[in-house]
Nanobody, 123 residues
Framework: QVQLVESGGGLVQAGVSLSLSCAAT????????MGWFRQAPGKEREFVALISNSGGSTYYADSVKGRFTISRDNAKDTAYLQMHSLKPEDTAVYYCAASSLGLFTTEREYDYWGQGTPVTVSS
């Protein structure tokens, strides 16, 4: 059974940093591209960042480019999202997802999803 478990969310003030983790079990982690998505209250879920299975390629949404960094440790079956200079508009539930296909920013290409971890940024 595949499980993706996010952790690291919380309530923080604007301007600080926060790091999220996504621990994967039940799949060959190094064979999957990983993505982070988020869903703000009252809004649709949106793409945040992705990383290729080897870690050699990354891509970011314009709204987080330069502030967020996605990474992975295939030896630990874990993906990460480091978030810096957080803004109130970054408030959302953050989800990690795994894709056996190419590098996509759309949800339907992702096979497995975590349950999400909430991030609240106060002003």
């Amino acid at each position: 059974q595949v499980q993706l478990v996010e952790s690291g969310g919380g309530l923080v003030q604007a301007g600080v940093s926060l790091s999220l983790s996504c621990a994967a079990t039940g799949l060959t982690f190094g064979s999957y591209n990983m993505g982070w998505f988020r869903q703000a209250p009252g809004k649709e879920r949106e793409f945040v960042a992705l990383i290729s299975n080897s870690g050699g390629s990354t891509y970011y949404a314009d709204s987080v480019k330069g502030r967020f960094t996605i990474s992975r440790d295939n030896a630990k079956d874990t993906a990460y999202l480091q978030m810096h200079s957080l803004k109130p508009e970054d408030t959302a539930v953050y989800y990690c997802a795994a894709s056996s296909l190419g590098l996509f920013t759309t949800e339907r290409e992702y096979d497995y999803w975590g349950q999400g971890t909430p991030v609240t940024v106060s002003s």
